[in-house]
Every structure is written in C-alpha cells, then in structure tokens.
C-alpha cells in the first residue's frame, strides 16, 4: 500500500550511478548495475509528479587525493570525461535532471553532493523539502549525502530498494544504514510511494 504521496516540492537525488562503480568498472560496487531498473521507475514515478530529479557524479581530475597512486584509500575512478566517470547507460535520466559534479578539486576528497557545490541553492530555489536518494555507494556517497540533506533540514527517505554498499570494510553498508537512521531518515521502497 503506497503510505507516500510524492509532490512538486519533493526531489530524487541519483547518486554517482557511474559506470567505474559498476561491475567491470574501476571501484566496483557489487551488484550496482542491479539497481538501475529500480531506479528507472523512481524516475517515472519523480517525473511524473512534476518533482526535481538530481544525478550526482563522482568527477575526480587524473591526480585525485583519493587515488592509491597518490596515496589515498581508492584506485583512480570516475576521471573526468573519461568511460568510468560517464552514468550507467541504462539510467534514463531526463533532459530536465540536475547534474551536480563532485570531488572536482585535485586536492580534496569529497563524499556528499553537497560538498563544495551548488546543490543546496538548487534546492532551495526549487523550493523543495524533502530528498528521496538512492545510488551508490551505501556506505560512502549516499550516506554523506543523507546525513548532509539532514543537518541542512530536508526530511530525507532512503529508498533503499535503489541502494547498494561496496561493503569496504566489511559491514559498512549495515552500519551507514544504521547510521542514517539515527540520524532520522526514513527508510522507503518503491511500493510504498504514488503519484
Ligand atoms: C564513492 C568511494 C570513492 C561513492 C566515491 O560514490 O560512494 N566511494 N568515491
Ligand atoms: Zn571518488
């Protein structure tokens, strides 16, 4: 039974659904080419209640801090222009969707979408209050982009049919849901929510 009416002020925020974070890709994210179908039909469900949809991409230069060639924690991903940093080819975002790059800076690291970038004015000049996110990876983006959307005061729902951890370490993807609830966000599927 759908328990969500979803509404204008309402936004689907598409995290990092990259081709180097998919099987085969660069920092792959078990089964995360297994969400995009789920993911396609949010974004039927966004468009046609006239919501705000939101892609984040991980947009790193060649020489990222959080490269293991320089001594950071990842192997290079998500380089920008290249293959790995372009979205899945199945993901059917709209002409209208936001892209909202991130980590863009040699020198810092950055998890959340909104971090050092313009999507919290979007938002707000949208005049949008609640974040509906989903993408990869569970533990890292999702989860900083969560937990940022609640300090900011959006009422954040974790579609977590749509998500998945890379589990780096192990359990991670566990405790980041924990964690996001602590934190209030509230925990949704696909069959809960209507036009
Ligand atoms: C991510 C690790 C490094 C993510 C990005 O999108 O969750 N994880 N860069
Ligand atoms: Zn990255």
Redesign the pocket.
């Known amino acids: 039974m759908a328990k969500v009416k979803v509404r204008p002020f309402d936004s689907l925020i598409i995290?990092?659904m990259?081709n180097d974070?998919m099987p085969g890709g660069a920092?792959p994210?078990p089964k995360g080419d297994e969400i995009v179908n789920v993911i396609n039909e949010y974004i039927s469900i966004f468009s046609k209640s006239n919501a705000f949809i939101v892609a984040t991409r991980?947009w790193?230069p060649p020489n990222h801090v959080?490269f293991n060639t320089v001594g950071g924690?990842?192997p290079p991903?998500?380089i920008q222009g290249t293959w790995g940093a372009e979205f899945h080819p199945s993901l059917a975002l709209p002409a209208n969707a936001l892209i909202v790059s991130k980590?863009t800076r040699p020198d810092k690291?950055a998890?959340s979408g909104f971090e050092d970038t313009d999507l919290n004015m979007a938002l707000r000049r949208r005049g949008v209050k609640r974040l509906f996110i989903c993408?990869?990876?569970t533990?890292?983006?999702?989860k900083?982009t969560a937990l940022d959307g609640i300090r900011l005061g959006f009422q954040v729902f974790l579609l977590i049919d749509a998500v998945k951890g890379?589990n780096i370490p192990p359990g991670s993807e566990e405790r980041a849901v924990d964690e996001m609830l602590d934190e209030g966000a509230v925990i949704v599927s696909i069959n809960e929510l209507s036009i």
């Not at 533990?139 to 999702?142: I, K, S």
């Open positions: 995290v990092d990259q974070f920092l994210v991980d790193h959080s924690p990842w991903h998500c980590a690291e998890y993408g990869v990876a533990d890292y983006c999702v900083a890379v």
